[in-house]
């Protein structure tokens, strides 16, 4: 069991562009949840199973890293959200960067979900992408920050 990537998950695209799930980025409220090493991300999973602390997902809050009253359980709201088509041939989905309090003790965190929260039907918290941070982070008695790529959060090439 490991993280080797950052992906979008299938059902997300499938279920936007079906009009199965409402989903607005621009209006919507998404979150970053952390989580260790101890699952194996599939951006192939069904829609039920990307969703946060689902029954039966890897996303449990077993499996996630988060200190009261610096980085909370559920994740942390993503903040000044924009979707980017400035580039030709490009959309991008960005935030800006997620940071703790800046007294979190925080080890082994290897990744993140990024989930809609707003969404209640047909599946409450339903996953958008994870994004792999390339191996084990750690902070002591310090802030925990989600640097995002240039790239944004998520980006589709036309």
């Keep these: 069991m490991a993280w080797t990537a950052s992906k979008i ?16 980025l621009n209006a ?9 090493n101890a699952i ?4 192939n999973t069904t829609a039920a199973l990307s969703a946060y ?4 997902s890897q996303w449990l809050t077993a499996n996630e890293q988060y200190e009261t ?5 559920g994740g942390v709201t993503l903040s000044s959200v924009v979707v980017d088509v400035a580039t030709a041939g490009v959309v991008m989905f960005d935030a800006a960067d997620t940071a703790s309090g800046s007294a979190a003790d925080l080890a082994g965190v ?15 918290d339903q996953g958008v992408c994870y994004n792999y941070f390339g191996g084990s ?22």
């Design 53 to 56: 602390n689902a029954t039966s």
């Design 69 to 73: 009253g610096q980085w909370a359980q």
């Design 40 to 43: 194996t991300p599939d951006q």
């Design 137 to 158: 982070n750690t902070v002591v008695n310090g802030t925990f920050t989600v640097v995002w790529s240039a790239s944004g959060i998520m980006r589709f090439t036309l």
């Design 28 to 36: 919507d409220t998404f979150k970053v949840a952390l989580y260790t």
């Design 110 to 124: 290897y990744g993140c979900l990024v989930y809609d929260d707003t969404l209640t039907t047909p599946v409450a």
């Design 9 to 24: 998950f299938r059902p997300y695209v499938a279920d936007s562009l079906n009009r199965t799930a409402p989903f607005d």
